[in-house]
């Protein structure tokens, strides 16, 4: 079972920031790095494997606090090979990439019955809807001696008691590891989604305690009805191999977006592709503005008529998972721009 940040919290201590730390390596980070950083890796696929090909879709995990039924999952999956189509709402199968201030679909095959099929979006829209939201906020005054505080083991239905334990576990969801207080602009709320029975909840329209105690913690619960924004994507599929080795001739065309070797790149490009390919560090990086070397490598790689001035953006963004040929190979490149 994986280990949430609550219990982490709770169970590791103070020692496990430097485990916390090591198991996290391997990860972006924004420490240290320039305004702008190209990063580039081999892309092995021969065979083709993760994250293109996706052995068990139920472990897709749906875009809500709380995941949806494998069995929900698995029925949209039969469905999809039965049909040839089939509409979900914040489950995306098909895998997604950062890719500025948005996101791009990422090429996804299954395999079933031994043969290899392509997952793509035949459409896709934004629906409003009204839910119910809950969320925690941890305080620091003891509660009153006459008030109602749930304690654990939580006397809740068992879907309460997952959208509770979420609510708890969104208080740290991002913290700067698993210690320390993090601050956020608004409560991180858990959205009672459609399979989730809000008919059948104790949570809201009002819960039935006014604090929640938990490892010597007290936190005061809050409800809302919301209007959100739900993504709808409706999924076709379309056989595609009948081998592992027929796949992976296929996916090959499909995955590899860009050959550098045709893009007329000028010596100072080059240079920048070459140092994000060099062993250490395995990167290039430059403030801003960015130079004309490095606009004409994000030309090449397809990221540049999406990319912003950098004053425009607030936070981090990513642009993932462009595979390109360059000389003998092929690799994998990601922007990352730090304002």
């Not at 198991?23 to 320039?34: D, I, M, V, Y």
């Not at 009002?206 to 809050?222: I, K, L, Q």
Request: glycine share 4%; hydrophobic share 35%.
């Amino acid at each position: 079972m994986p280990c949430s940040r609550r219990r982490a919290l709770h169970l590791l201590g103070a020692a496990a920031a430097t485990a916390a730390t090591a198991a996290t390596a391997g990860c972006f980070s924004s420490g240290n790095l320039e305004a702008y950083a190209l990063i580039a890796d081999e892309a092995d696929l021969s065979p083709v494997g993760r994250p293109y090909v996706r052995p068990d879709p139920s472990e897709i995990s749906a875009v809500t606090r709380i995941d949806f039924a494998t069995e929900t999952k698995e029925a949209h999956v039969s469905e999809l090979f039965e049909t040839g189509s089939t509409t979900v709402k914040q489950w995306p199968l098909v895998g997604r990439d950062r890719w500025g201030k948005e996101t791009r679909p990422r090429p996804t095959f299954l395999s079933r019955d031994g043969s290899y099929y392509e997952v793509s979006i035949a459409d896709e829209r934004v629906l409003e809807r009204e839910r119910w939201h809950f969320a925690v906020e941890r305080v620091d005054e003891s509660p009153p001696d006459d008030a109602r505080v749930a304690r654990s083991p939580f006397d809740l239905s068992a879907q309460d008691e997952r959208v509770l334990n979420a609510a708890l576990d969104a208080v740290y969801a991002d913290s700067d590891g698993f210690l320390g207080t993090p601050e956020f602009d608004e409560l991180q709320t858990v959205e009672f989604h459609h399979e989730i029975d809000v008919e059948a909840s104790e949570l809201v329209p009002a819960p039935p305690f006014e604090f929640v105690e938990y490892s010597d913690e007290h936190f005061r619960p809050f409800t809302e009805r919301r209007t959100v924004r739900v993504p709808e994507w409706t999924y076709s599929v379309e056989k595609v191999a009948d081998t592992r080795s027929e796949l992976t001739e296929y996916t090959r065309d499909v995955i590899v977006e860009r050959d550098l070797n045709a893009s007329g790149l000028t010596d100072a490009a080059r240079g920048v592709v070459d140092d994000a390919l060099a062993e250490d560090p395995r990167r290039y990086e430059e403030g801003a503005p960015p130079s004309d070397g490095l606009l004409a490598v994000l030309d090449a790689l397809g990221i540049a008529d999406d990319l912003e001035p950098i004053d425009s953006y607030d936070d981090r963004v990513d642009f993932r998972n462009v595979v390109a040929e360059y000389e003998d190979g092929t690799y994998r490149f990601d922007l990352i721009v730090t304002p």
